[in-house]
C-alpha cells in the first residue's frame, strides 16, 4: 500500500498507536494527523515521530470545515480513518453537549467535506474509503447470555454511546444515499499503553503505583470485553484495506472478565492486597455486559485477537511502570481541575 491516509484524533490513545502500528505495517503510506489537542490529547504519544518525513501533524478541529477544504485541496487523500471523538462516559454524564458536537456534528462536517471531495475531485471511481471508529456501546446491555452481531438493534444508555449511535447511523446512510464509501468498526473495550488514566484499566494501575485506592463501580460485577490496542489497530488496518464498503465490522477481544477479576488480577500484578480496592456507588445508566461477535470480520478479512487478556494486561502494567513522566503529570492536571473522577485518598 503507498497512499495518503487522513487521521482524524491520531494524539489520542488508539488513534496514536494506530499511527505507530500503520507507518511500520506499511512503510510506504503518508499519514496526515488532524487533532484538535483537547484534554486526552497529548502530543508526547508521537513525539518520536516528529521528524519522520512520512508523517505530518495538523493542529485542528473536525468542525472546521475551510480546514478540511484546505487539506482536501493540499493532499491526495486516498482514505480517511475517523478516532477524534469524545469518550468518557462519566463526562459524558455530567455534560453531553460536547459529545454531541463532536461525535455528531463532527463526523457529519466530516462526511459532507470528504463527500464532496470524493465527488468532486477523484471522480467517485477511486478506492477512497471513509473508516469510522465506533464502539460496542452503541448495542447497549446484554445480559449474562447472548452476543452481539452487527445486526443487533441499536439501544445506547448513555450520552456518550448515545453520540456514537447517532455518528455511525450517519456514515451509514451516507453510504445507502449518496453511494459515498464508507466502512465502520465497533471495537470492545480497548486497553494498552497510551491511554489516558481516567479509563478504568489505566486509573487502576496508576492508582496502585501511587498506593491509592482503586475504585470499582457497584459489585465489580459488569462484564466487558477487553481488546488489546495493538490487536484493535491491526483489526483497523484488516478492514480498511480488506473491508467491504458499506459494511459494519465488531472487533471482539474474546476476553470477557467481570471488572473485579480485571481489578484483581491488577492487585496480583503489582503485588498489593485487596484492601486496595474501593467499591463506589454505581453510575447510572451502567451497562450490565459487552460482548461481540467476531465471525463476520473473521471470515471476511482473516483477522482474529492474537494477543491473551493476562499477557496484554501484563504488558500494559509494565509500559505505566516504565513511564511514570508520562501518566503523572495528567493525573496531578486532573486532580487540580477537580473533575470528580480521581479518589481523594
Not at 490529547?41 to 508523517?55: I, M, T, V
Amino acid at each position: 500500500m503507498s497512499e495518503t491516509i487522513l487521521i482524524t484524533g491520531g494524539m489520542g490513545f488508539i488513534g496514536s498507536n494506530f499511527i505507530r502500528y500503520f507507518l511500520k505495517a506499511h512503510p510506504s503510506c503518508q499519514l496526515i494527523n488532524l487533532d484538535k489537542l483537547t484534554y486526552s490529547a497529548n502530543p508526547q504519544n508521537l513525539l518520536d515521530l516528529s521528524s519522520d518525513p512520512r508523517y505530518r501533524f495538523i493542529q485542528g478541529d473536525i468542525l472546521d470545515e475551510a480546514l478540511l477544504f484546505r487539506l482536501c485541496q493540499h493532499y491526495p487523500i486516498q482514505a480517511l480513518v475517523h478516532f477524534a471523538a469524545e469518550s468518557h462516559v462519566d463526562r459524558s454524564i455530567l455534560g453531553s453537549k460536547e459529545f454531541i458536537q463532536t461525535n455528531v456534528l463532527g463526523t457529519h462536517t466530516l462526511l459532507e467535506v470528504f463527500k464532496r471531495y470524493w465527488h468532486d475531485t477523484l471522480a467517485e471511481d477511486s478506492k477512497f474509503r471513509f473508516l469510522h471508529i465506533s464502539t460496542d456501546e452503541v448495542y447497549g446491555s446484554l445480559g449474562m447470555e447472548g452476543i452481539f452481531t452487527e445486526e443487533t438493534a441499536f439501544q445506547p444508555n448513555s450520552p456518550y454511546s448515545a453520540s456514537k449511535a447517532g455518528a455511525d447511523l450517519l456514515v451509514r446512510a451516507y453510504f445507502e444515499t449518496y453511494g459515498f464509501p464508507t466502512l465502520i468498526v465497533r471495537p470492545s473495550n480497548n486497553y494498552g499503553p497510551y491511554q489516558f488514566p481516567e479509563k478504568f484499566i489505566p486509573l487502576m494501575i496508576t492508582n496502585l503505583l501511587e498506593s491509592k485506592p482503586i475504585p470499582v463501580y457497584g459489585r465489580g460485577e459488569n462484564v466487558r470485553d477487553w481488546l488489546f490496542v495493538e490487536d484493535a489497530c491491526q483489526a483497523i488496518d484488516q478492514v480498511l484495506t480488506k473491508g467491504k464498503i458499506g459494511e459494519a465490522y465488531n472487533i471482539g477481544g474474546e476476553s470477557e472478565r467481570p471488572n473485579i477479576d480485571v481489578a484483581r488480577q491488577c492487585l496480583s500484578f503489582l503485588k498489593k492486597g485487596e484492601e486496595h480496592l474501593q467499591f463506589v456507588t454505581d453510575r447510572p445508566g451502567h451497562d450490565l455486559r459487552y460482548a461481540l461477535s467476531n465471525n463476520k470480520i473473521k471470515k471476511e478479512t482473516g483477522w482474529h485477537p492474537g494477543v491473551p487478556f493476562s499477557e496484554g494486561l501484563f504488558r500494559t502494567v509494565q509500559w505505566y511502570q516504565d513511564h511514570v513522566g508520562w501518566w503523572k503529570p495528567i493525573k496531578e492536571r486532573l486532580h487540580q481541575e477537580s473533575k470528580g473522577f480521581w479518589s481523594k485518598s
